[in-house]
């Protein structure tokens, strides 16, 4: 079983986001048995969202599922996951969080910990990368993306 | 300006989702200054959704909006909002949270006045009684819709 089939999914999601003009973020869902329930990228743009960020995508695509498929789970995300996702990963009880960067934005990581959850931070250049370009390029979108005014 | 639209139209919601055989929870968000911006209800067996409970569907049906619009906002809902929901109304920073009764389910209430946010219980029995026959007739669904395994 390869445990990093998931990140390699998010990033792929992430850079399909950012194909269509999308915030670059992308997410992926993995059960305990490390098969992909569901993958999803944020689609603020593509579908004028306020809710589909790239977790809730993962969550979405996976369809309806007994809390028992959430358990032992993993959720792949390429960035810190927002207060929202955070609940979200909270709400279904998932295992563990694995988040390609924080250095763009630093989530509910405190939070998952406080409820159990484990939360790992790969540091990943190609995530910081993207998301870099993004917030550059179009600080409007991004921060009405995290509930913030343009900075 | 009556600020009892949002709940009105939250509980419309509800019962709306009840009529649809779905989870009969529904939640509006109402502007400072007393304008309905979205409206829905919980989309869980309509939509074979994970992720669209009636705050997020409200949310949703706000569509894309600056932060500012937001600013002094207030997300009613007919039931204590789950953690995922409780993330989203800390994301989008609305300024209070009113529910129709915490008697079947106790959400992020802490969590949302650790952030800032005031919440307000209505205890009403109409949203009582809406969500004890749903529990009563479905256990199932709605423990599902918890992220909890059937009790």
């Given amino acids: 079983m390869d445990t990093d089939i998931g990140f390699k999914a998010a990033l792929e999601e992430a850079k399909q986001g950012a194909s269509e003009g999308g915030v670059p973020i992308g997410a992926c869902l993995v059960s305990a048995e490390g098969k992909i329930l569901g993958r999803g990228h944020n689609m603020r743009i593509q579908k004028g969202s306020a809710t589909i960020h790239a977790e809730i995508s993962a969550l979405e695509n996976a369809g309806r599922l007994p809390a028992s498929a959430y358990k032992g789970a993993t959720m792949y995300t390429t960035l810190s ?69 343009s900075k």
Same sequence: chains 1, 2.
Avoid: S
């Fill in 81 to 149: 996951p927002c207060d929202m996702c955070t609940g979200a990963c909270i709400l279904y009880k998932v295992k563990r969080v694995v988040l390609g960067e924080n250095k763009t934005f630093v989530g509910g990581e405190e939070h998952l910990q406080r409820k159990g959850i484990e939360v790992v931070n790969l540091k990943n250049a190609e995530c910081e990368e993207l998301m870099k370009k993004f917030v550059e390029e179009r600080p409007g979108d991004w921060y009405e993306d995290i509930g913030e005014g």
